[in-house]
């Protein structure tokens, strides 16, 4: 099995301890990892501000990097659906369409893929679990609380697995975080409150980390944490699954 890691360009400058946990994980997994070194932003910027007709340049380089593997992982959520819905190029439309059923954001690659039963993992916290909106709505990695079917999570399963993780309840385990791409620079007052709301509920029930497979959620209530100097911390979904701990 041959697979490309894509990072989003947000990670790779933030947060890139959460894209070396996927390289580590995905690898302690046994799968051939390969890093396209070409890679930058996707487009999903441009295109969430109405300027996808802008894209063009960032899809044909994608498709130039990605073509070729059998799957591709990001430990994103958001740049995931934005490749799978939007990634086109007229010139090199086959393309675009073979790696559009290709691209898979980390936990649904894990659980649908690998089919992963065991992780070697210890991570001794009470962890509360943030559903992001693309995540949940976009790429269905867990059952949306106002449908009347069964319950599922595959982030949550995979948590499960975690010796000495506690996952804590919310009470409103699927509301947005309020960070939106650029909501929260048009919609500041807004999305700051929504913020707060979603920092309080894992406050709350106990949580000392709050995760996600989608980091530009975590980013936006780190914000709020240090801002309310919380002793609580966000963690990006893999450094979960890839920790190991012998506390």
Do not use: W
Not at 121 to 129: D, M
Not at 141 to 167: C, N, R, Y
Not at 231 to 241: F, N, P, S
């Amino acid at each position: 099995m041959k697979v490309a890691l894509f990072v989003p360009c947000y990670v790779d400058q933030f947060y890139p301890k959460a894209a070396i946990a996927t390289l580590e994980l995905l690898e302690k997994l046994g799968v051939e990892v390969h890093y396209p070194k070409n890679q930058t932003c996707c487009g999903q910027p441009m295109a969430n501000s109405g300027y996808e007709h802008l894209t063009t340049g960032c899809n044909n380089l994608f498709i130039e990097n990605f073509s070729g593997y059998d799957y591709i992982v990001c430990p994103s959520g958001s740049c995931t659906l934005h490749i799978k819905e939007h990634l086109h190029s007229p010139e090199k439309e086959d393309q675009a369409i073979n790696i559009r059923k290709r691209v898979y954001e980390l936990t649904e690659f894990l659980v649908d893929v690998l089919k992963v039963e065991k992780l070697e993992a210890r991570f001794p916290y009470k962890v509360g679990l943030h559903n992001s909106c693309h995540g949940l709505r976009g790429l269905r990695i867990s059952q949306m609380t106002e449908l009347v079917a069964p319950e599922f999570s595959k982030p949550a399963q995979l948590l499960d697995m975690v010796q000495g993780l506690e996952l804590v309840p919310l009470s409103r385990r699927d509301d947005c975080c309020g960070f939106g791409g650029t909501f929260c620079v048009t919609e500041e007052a807004v999305s700051s409150k929504m913020g707060k709301d979603r920092v309080d509920d894992h406050i709350e029930h106990g949580a000392q980390y709050i995760t996600s497979a989608d980091l530009s959620c975590l980013m936006h209530l780190e914000g709020i944490l240090r801002r309310q100097k919380s002793d609580v911390k966000v963690i990006h979904v893999a450094e979960i699954l890839n920790h190991y701990s012998h506390e």
